[in-house]
C-alpha cells in the first residue's frame, strides 16, 4: 500500500503557463485532459489539480518521475459523479502490475490559492 499528497500554489501553475504556454500544458497534460479542461471553467486551477494528482501518484508507488515514467503516463478522468480517477500506461502502468497494485483512489481539490490531491494505491 502507498499514499502519495501533494499541494501545489496555483500561482506557480499561471506563472509556468505564462512563461512556456502551450508547451507546458502539452508536456504534463494528455490530449484528453487538455480537452476536459478547455471544456471547463478556473482552468489553472484544473491544470493544478491535475498537476498535483499526477505528483501523488508517483509518490504513492514510490518512484516520483524516475525510471522512465512520464507525466503522460497518467491520466485523469471523471466519473459520471464527478469523482476523479486514474487511467495508467507505458512505464509506470507496468510497474504497478509489477508491484501486484490494482486499486488506486485519488481525491483533488482546490481553493484560490492552493490545489492538493491525495492517492493512495493497494
Known amino acids: 500500500m502507498g499514499i502519495g499528497v501533494d499541494i501545489i500554489e496555483i500561482k506557480k501553475i499561471s506563472i509556468a503557463i505564462e512563461r512556456s504556454g502551450q508547451s507546458l500544458i502539452n508536456r504534463i497534460l494528455t490530449a484528453n485532459e ?4 478547455g471544456e471547463l471553467s478556473k482552468s489553472h486551477e ?5 498537476w498535483a494528482a499526477k505528483e501523488a501518484a508517483v509518490k504513492a508507488i514510490g518512484t516520483g518521475f524516475r525510471l522512465g515514467i512520464l507525466f503522460h503516463d497518467i491520466e485523469i478522468h471523471h466519473d459520471n459523479y464527478g469523482a476523479p480517477f486514474y487511467i495508467f500506461k507505458g512505464r509506470l502502468l507496468k510497474l504497478l502490475n509489477e508491484k501486484n497494485i490494482s486499486k488506486t483512489s485519488i481525491s483533488i481539490s482546490h481553493c484560490s490559492k492552493y490545489a492538493i490531491a491525495m492517492a493512495i494505491f493497494d
Open 34 to 37: 487538455i480537452e476536459t479542461i
Open 46 to 50: 484544473r491544470i493544478a489539480g491535475f
